[in-house]
């Protein structure tokens, strides 16, 4: 008996090798024995098929970034995706509290999730932010993280058109000017030096020209044509930092990177507030932190996260305490 495919889970004009290019299923695959090789032990305990089926459902659900290195939590667009809706739940509290927060605080909380998260991401997450204003300046969580995601998530494709609009802006032809496919985060701090002396910024029309072209033959995650012309056709003249903030204030790019509510809905989380109150009732009582571990129910943290073990193996040890085989992160079903 055949059956008819999900057209939104497969696409059949794909071919079997475009597919597992697109999905980056063999990336998934050869990190899941990777992980299993390095802590053998304790997954043969744990049992082969299962681990394999909890490695595939954290990916799935996208707690697997959690603690992991910074070169596996960038390495494909559903990892950089998961990383940003982690941070915003982990942290929405303070989005919630109205608490603000300067570039290196941003920075140790990322560090949290990921040890070796570098700070100079969070700072130019923080220049869109910021733009001319000093960088110890104090921030919003909601304008720090829809920044951080744009600068997250299209890091190779700002770092590309940060090298057009030099150009356009030194007094390139356009037909002269570069279009690269990649190029050091290092030449972003000098487009905002280069903005402070022209402020009128580049013609908006031929700005948009050679992003297209740049569009059409680039590798990385890039934001679509039809937002980025909606962005420029607002202004005759655009310059570089007020292209990207208009990017992040723009819902379909976040629709599309599907990692985040909009705005007026990022501090509502029912579940997590469930959650929340759960914990904190639960910790009022137990009558000392030490005693804890005799709480029922309880799930004492890991003393130190390994960036090198993925979530399901910390699941593993929660399960064995309390003797659960249920997700330990209902609001992420």
Sequence with gaps: MCTKMNPDRFNPTLSVDEYLAESNVLFYLNDAVTQLLEHKEEYTQFGIVRYFAEYFSSVKNGNHVLFREFGY?????????????????????????????????YSSLLQLLCPDFPVEMVQHAARIVLMDDAMDC??????????????FYFEEFLESIAVIY???????????VIVPTSTSVEQLPQVATEETEAQEGVDSSVFGECIEVLCERFKHNHPSTSAIREVLELTQRVTFYGFVMALV?????????????????????????????????????????????????????????????????????????????????????
């Design 249 to 333: 204030r723009h819902e379909g790019v976040n629709q599309d990177i599907g990692a985040l509510p909009n705005k007026s809905e990022l501090l509502i989380d029912p579940e997590m507030d469930q959650e929340v109150e759960k914990l904190i009732a639960q910790i009022a009582i137990s009558p000392t932190s030490n005693s804890s571990s005799s709480v029922p129910g309880h799930k004492e943290p890991p003393r130190k996260a390994s960036p090198r073990k993925s979530l399901h193996h910390r699941k593993r040890i929660e399960m064995e305490s309390d003797g659960s085989t249920e997700e330990t992160d209902s609001s992420e079903n």
């Design 166 to 176: 030099q150009d356009l802006l030194s007094g390139k032809s356009p037909n002269t």
């Design 138 to 151: 104090l921030m919003s969580f909601s304008d720090f993280l829809f920044s951080f995601q744009i600068q």
């Design 73 to 105: 939590i960038k390495a494909t667009a559903h990892n950089r995706a998961s990383f940003i809706r982690v941070l915003w739940r982990c942290f929405r509290q303070i989005g919630k509290n109205g608490d603000l927060l300067a570039m290196l605080e």
